[in-house]
Structures are given as C-alpha cells and as structure tokens.
C-alpha cells in the first residue's frame, strides 16, 4: 500500500527558505511518478513539481529558478528546495504518486494522481 508522509512547513518571512520531505512507500520510483502540489485557502490544489519515470522533472513557471526538488530512492525519500518564498508561496503542500505510470506519461492534474500525503503547512508572511 502507498503512503506518503509530509514534513518540514512551518512559518517563515518573505525571503527566506524552507525545505519540505515526503517519505514514500509501498512505490515504485521506476515505474511511478511522484508530484507536489499546493493549495491555498479559497483556491484550486495546484501542481508545483513534478518527478516522472524516476528521473524526469518538471518545475512550474512561478517557482522555477526558486525552488528546487530531489530525491532519495535509497531513502524513499524527495524533497522540495524552497528557496527566496514568497507570500504568494503560502498555502498546503501535499505530496501525491501515481503508482502506474506509463513510460511517456506526464500527469500534471490532480486527479491523476492516486495517492496523497496528509499535508504540510507553509506560511510566508512579514
């Protein structure tokens, strides 16, 4: 069974960094893909990075060149690098895994996505 565990939000002033963990099992990094997403009160979940077949990452525009994301596979684990946060940036982070993935597939949507993590708060307020 897949489960995902958020860690690392927390509150923090325009500017300054945060790095988000999520732990995965029961998931295949091989024939997988994993995403983050975001969402803030009163507004869609929105996708903000993605990890496809293993090795294939993609940043959305309004946080590429801030944010970053890596991944473990030995510690089943991928972060997300977040730096120079924006008010903007605030809302929960969830991290989600479609189990199959088929070579080729780019799911960027939440409801292509099977699995999800319970959710980790990031606040960025002066």
């Known amino acids: 069974q897949v489960q995902l565990v958020e860690t690392g939000g927390g509150s923090v002033r325009p500017g300054e960094s945060l790095t988000l963990s999520c732990v995965v099992s029961g998931f295949s990094y091989r024939t997988g893909c994993l995403a983050w997403f975001r969402q803030a009160p009163g507004k869609e979940r929105e996708g903000v990075a993605y990890i496809w077949e293993g090795d294939v990452t993609y940043l959305v525009d309004s946080v590429r060149g801030r944010f970053t994301q890596s991944q473990n596979s030995y510690a089943r684990t991928v972060y997300l690098q977040m730096r120079r946060l924006e008010p903007d940036d605030s809302g929960t982070y969830y991290c989600?895994?479609?189990?199959?993935?088929?070579?080729?597939?780019?799911?960027?949507?939440?409801?292509?996505?099977?699995?999800w993590g319970q959710g980790t708060q990031v606040r960025v307020s002066s």
């Open positions: 989600a895994a479609r189990v199959d993935c088929s070579s080729g597939a780019r799911p960027r949507r939440p409801d292509e996505f099977t699995h």
